[in-house]
């Protein structure tokens, strides 16, 4: 859990060191919001929800950092719904790493297609599953192996599948829309820079 904490310090940094004003927080932190009221409305429905498509979106649009902040962000919000515990920073870390690659990603012009966007929902959805299943494996196995891990990724596969399946689906039905407003937001107000 330490070593979770600590890992996240320097995207924190990261998005320190660009000073961001108070109205570079708003958009971000509305994103989160929308995320983890998002992750809430949906929780009928095991591992269906629009969380890592909104994380996703908010990324491509304002940057690495920015997503990083808002996946975290996110993970805290809706687990003031959920119950918060030492899942929450395993949560944190892994909405927060898909934020910031999706970032990245789409620094290169990597993601600048829906079906892009797409395939990195998918590949989220399994991403999101296999950290969350780190901490199970050292939250709940006493003795870790090998064969303990493929069984912990075999029995999530469904759960994963799930999570990519609808990730794609909110990305498909709303990330042309989304970053079109979010860019326009962005340039109107001279917000963070990718």
């Known amino acids: 859990m330490i070593f979770i904490v600590l890992s996240m310090l320097p995207f924190f940094m990261l998005f320190e060191m660009k000073k961001p004003r108070a109205r570079e927080w708003v958009p971000l932190a509305v994103m989160a919001a929308i995320a983890a009221i ?26 690495p950092e920015s997503g990083f902040l808002t ?31 999706a970032g990245v990603l789409s620094k290169f ?16 959805g399994f991403l ?17 192996s090998w064969k303990m891990f493929a069984m912990l990724y075999v029995s999530s596969f469904w759960f994963d599948f799930t999570h990519g399946i609808a990730t794609v689906v909110f990305l498909y039905l709303l990330s042309e829309s989304w970053i079109a407003k979010l860019e326009r937001i962005k340039m109107k107000f001279g917000l963070i820079e990718r």
């Open 109 to 124: 012009k990597i993601l600048n297609k829906r079906w892009k966007l797409c395939v990195y929902g998918m590949v989220s």
């Open 71 to 101: 996946g975290t962000i996110t993970a805290i919000a809706s687990n003031l719904f959920f119950g918060q515990g030492p899942w929450t920073p395993w949560q944190m870390f892994a909405w927060g790493t898909i934020g910031f690659l």
């Open 128 to 144: 999101f599953g296999w950290i969350m299943n780190i901490w199970a494996a050292t939250g709940f196995i006493n003795e870790i």
């Open 38 to 63: 998002g992750r809430i409305v949906f929780a009928p429905i095991p591992s269906f929800k629009p969380t890592t498509a909104i994380i996703i979106i908010t990324s491509v649009v304002f940057g």
